[in-house]
């Protein structure tokens, strides 16, 4: 089984200053690991994905996120926030060993960023 | 090139009323995955459909089913609604590892 644990529920950051959101993974193989975004009444917003190869992995609107193995993590960055930036951030994992196209999500992470 | 496309984007049934939610995936992709959105909560995937067969299927009731057409699209039923059926239904396409998702319909059951 593989599960997904955001330990944050909301992240409060003033505007311009740097973000993290957590995310650790529990799979039994390897991961694929992903982050999405969700605006209010929308659907959700691809970011990145992490599939093999450099641990910290470049994606869109200025976000990162790294890898790290031996902590289960997939941590979400930005080095300096706006205030756009506010919404509910999914942190997903797919194992790599696994057929399928199934992701398992965490509960989701609202940022909120202050002016 | 249109995203994902899903319709209707909002809908109340009653209990016990069946219900068909369409998803039609971004040009090139030729498989299609549901989740279901509760309130508050992270989406749970329903099932999978690639090759017009159902693929890889999520912890839910045989009442939820599907279908996918030769040209890709989806249908997700759901029979003998329930309150609990009420969230955000989204479909995801893709053509490798990453899925893109539609905008969702929000179902309603009273």
């Known amino acids: 089984a593989q599960s997904v644990a955001q330990p944050e529920d909301q992240v409060n950051v003033a505007e311009g200053n740097p973000l993290t959101v957590k995310c650790t993974y529990s799979v039994s193989g390897n991961p694929y690991l992903f982050w999405y975004v969700q605006y209010p009444n929308r659907g959700l917003q691809f970011l990145l994905k992490?599939?093999?190869?450099?641990?910290l992995v470049k994606g869109s609107y200025g976000f990162e996120a790294e890898f790290n193995k031996s902590q289960t993590s997939f941590h979400l960055k930005k080095p300096s926030a706006l205030v756009s930036d506010s919404a509910l951030y999914f942190c997903?994992?797919?194992?790599?060993?696994?057929?399928?196209?199934?992701?398992?999500f965490g509960g989701g992470t609202r940022l909120m960023v202050k002016p | 090139d249109a995203g994902v496309t899903q319709s209707p984007t909002h809908l109340i049934k009653t209990r016990g009323q069946q219900v068909t939610l369409r998803c039609s995936p971004k040009s090139g992709h030729d498989t299609v995955s549901w989740y279901q959105q509760a309130l508050g909560q992270g989406p749970q995937f329903i099932f999978q459909?690639?090759?017009?067969?159902?693929?890889q299927r999520g912890n839910f009731p045989d009442r939820f089913s599907g279908h996918q057409f030769p040209n890709y699209s989806s249908e997700l039923n759901v029979n003998a609604l329930l309150l609990g059926d009420s969230a955000l239904y989204l479909c995801?396409?893709?053509?490798?590892?990453?899925?893109?998702f539609g905008p969702g319909t929000r179902l309603l059951v009273l």
């Open positions: 992490y599939i093999t190869g450099d641990n």
């Open positions: 997903a994992v797919r194992d790599r060993e696994d057929a399928g196209n199934m992701l398992t």
């Open positions: 995801a396409s893709s053509l490798g590892r990453a899925q893109y």
């Open positions: 459909y690639y090759e017009e067969e159902e693929r």
